[in-house]
Structure formats: C-alpha cells, structure tokens
C-alpha cells in the first residue's frame, strides 16, 4: 500500500522559515509527480509547488511563493521537500503533500494527511 507522509509543519513568526518534508512509502510504485498543495480556512486547496515531471525536474510554483519557497526532491528515497523562507500570515494553512504515482493498478494520485503551518504576526 502506497502512502505519502508529511512532517516539519509547525508554529513560525513572520519572517521565519520552515522545511517540510513528504515520503512516499511502499512498493511497487514510481513517481511521475510530487508537489506541495495548501488549504487556509473557509478556502480552496490551492496548488503551492510541483516537480511536475520527477525525471527532468521541472518545477512550478504558484506567484505568491516565488523567490520564498523552494521545492526539491530525493530521488532515490521518493521524498520531496518545500523550503519556505520570509513566512507571511497569508501563508497560513494546512499543507498537503501530492503525489501522481505509477503503480501495477495505473495512474493514480495520492495526497498525504497534512501538514499545519502556522506563521504568526
């Protein structure tokens, strides 16, 4: 059974960083896609950053956290990172991992629990 598991979500003053981590765990798998997606209260799970193609590395990230947030990945241990300096209150929301895996069943996409980030005025 495949699974996505996020940590380093936490409590950070404005101006503060945070590294988030997301693993995908089990066998039997290959990644096409990992990204970082947030949801703030009363809002739409909104798309953060993405390696939109974990073979070439492409990245995409929305406006708000270009040049403050950097997505990285580790391809052999499956895991993604989101780097988030210069945290603003706006950036306050739950963060989901996203996953596009190839799996014997297809394609298919998997999100993790989530992440809270909390960035204090």
């Known amino acids: 059974q495949v699974q996505l598991v996020e940590s380093g979500g936490g409590l950070v003053q404005a101006g503060g960083s945070l590294r988030l981590s997301c693993v995908a765990s089990?066998?039997?798998?290959?990644?096409?896609?990992m990204g970082w997606y947030r949801q703030a209260p009363g809002k739409q799970r909104e798309l953060v950053a993405i390696?939109?193609?974990?073979?070439?590395?492409?990245?995409e990230y929305t406006d708000s956290v270009k040049g403050r947030f950097a997505i990285s990945r580790d391809t052999a241990k499956n895991t993604v990172y989101l780097q988030m300096n210069s945290l603003k209150p706006e950036d306050t929301a739950v963060y989901y991992c996203?996953?596009?895996?190839?799996?014997?069943?297809?394609?298919?996409?998997?999100w993790g629990q989530g992440t809270q980030v909390t960035v204090s005025s």
């Open positions: 996203g996953a596009q895996l190839l799996t014997n069943l297809g394609r298919h996409f998997y």
């Open positions: 089990g066998s039997g798998f290959s990644v096409d896609a």
């Open positions: 390696i939109a193609s974990v073979r070439t590395g492409a990245t």
